[in-house]
């Protein structure tokens, strides 16, 4: 009988070890849990209160390290081991997308890991006007996308990669309709060209082709015309006027003296008076000097300048000066005579505000 109490006792203190053992074990694994909880879901992005939103900007083949040190330099991570335990857990380090991240308030690790595994960032806005040359364009691109100027600028003097697209570089920038586009900021060069050439086929519809044809123009003549007219006037009213002088000046064989092509030419776009040593500059983009059409756009046309050739103003004028009041309008004129009167006019105008030049 001894014994087998004996027995028992031993077989109840194990028992109770068992079970104290089996706490210990749950304990330690809700602790566990608990951590890896917090990890996974506790909100570890913070962003002030004076910045309405933070965006996280990931190059093209950047490595794990470099995503840490771009989230470093962001501070807004509250707690960057716990991202960076997590991250390891998610296998993130194989699976980094770049892209333009939304980072929100509040965010858990998990939510934006999901966010970055997935790829799921925010488009921009790209937006160019007013652009005359190459340099300005790729300039202003790079700063919006991931896109690199100089590569762009290449491909924009690659006479053999325009070609697929019906280009070269004297009429590259005819392909670029200004406007507002969405796009994912690591576009890079040739997806973003590829973009714009859409657009332009977009633009370009059957219906505008037809209408420039009508008027016996090329789609990209349109736009080499309609970019001196953008560069004459920012009178949207007159737009018509102007470019009906320019079709009865190209019909009837005359040259377009247009002030604008000169400045092209010179790559001085602050000449007020086209004096005769500028109109002797040797360049097929002199109107002066060369009839027709320049070779390609002289700068990018809006819109508004594309509509006014396409639908230009019947008129006799076969000539045109600004009017001396400085108002940005211009007066037409029939015959040379009394455009020279309107010129003089002009010119004695500048003379008086001391403009030689």
Request: glycine content about 6%; proline content about 3%; charged content about 25%.
């Amino acid at each position: 009988m001894a014994k087998a109490k004996g027995k028992r006792n031993k077989a109840s203190k194990k028992g109770g070890w068992l079970v104290k053992l089996g706490v210990i074990v749950l304990l330690i694994a809700l602790v566990i849990g608990y951590f890896g909880y917090r990890k996974l879901y506790k909100p570890n992005v913070h962003i002030e209160q004076l910045e309405s939103q933070k965006f996280l900007y990931i190059h093209t083949g950047a490595s794990f390290e470099q995503v840490l040190s771009m989230l470093d330099q962001c501070n807004c991570l509250c707690d960057m081991k716990s991202f960076e335990w997590m991250a390891v857990k998610m296998n993130y380090p194989n699976h980094i997308k770049p892209g333009k991240y939304l980072l929100k308030n509040g965010m858990s690790n998990r939510e934006l890991l999901t966010m970055l595994r997935a790829g799921k960032q925010i488009p921009v806005r790209v937006i160019f006007h007013n652009i005359r040359f190459k340099t300005e364009l790729v300039s202003d691109i790079s700063k919006q996308i991931e896109a690199d100027s100089s590569k762009l600028l290449h491909l924009l003097n690659d006479d053999i990669f325009l070609s697929k697209y019906g280009f070269n570089s004297r009429t590259a920038m005819a392909m670029f309709i200004p406007n507002t586009y969405e796009l994912y900021w690591n576009t890079q060069s040739e997806t973003f060209l590829e973009r714009m050439y859409k657009e332009y086929k977009h633009f370009w519809n059957d219906a505008k082709v037809q209408k420039a044809e009508s008027i016996k123009l090329t789609p990209v003549e349109v736009s080499t015309l309609a970019s001196i007219i953008e560069e004459e006037t920012q009178k949207n009213d007159e737009k018509k006027t102007m470019a009906g002088v320019y079709i009865n000046r190209l019909r009837k064989g005359m040259s377009l003296q247009a002030d604008p092509t000169v400045r092209f030419a010179y790559g001085d776009f602050t000449i007020k008076r086209i004096l005769d040593k500028y109109k002797s500059v040797d360049s097929p983009y002199n109107t002066y000097k060369y009839a027709g059409l320049p070779p390609g756009p002289i700068c990018i046309p809006s819109i508004s300048s594309l509509d006014a050739v396409l639908n230009y103003q019947r008129s006799e004028y076969l000539y045109f000066c600004a009017k001396e009041d400085f108002s940005g309008y211009h007066n037409f004129a029939r015959t040379l005579v009394q455009h020279n009167i309107n010129a003089a006019k002009y010119q004695k105008a500048l003379t008086r505000l001391g403009i030689m030049h």
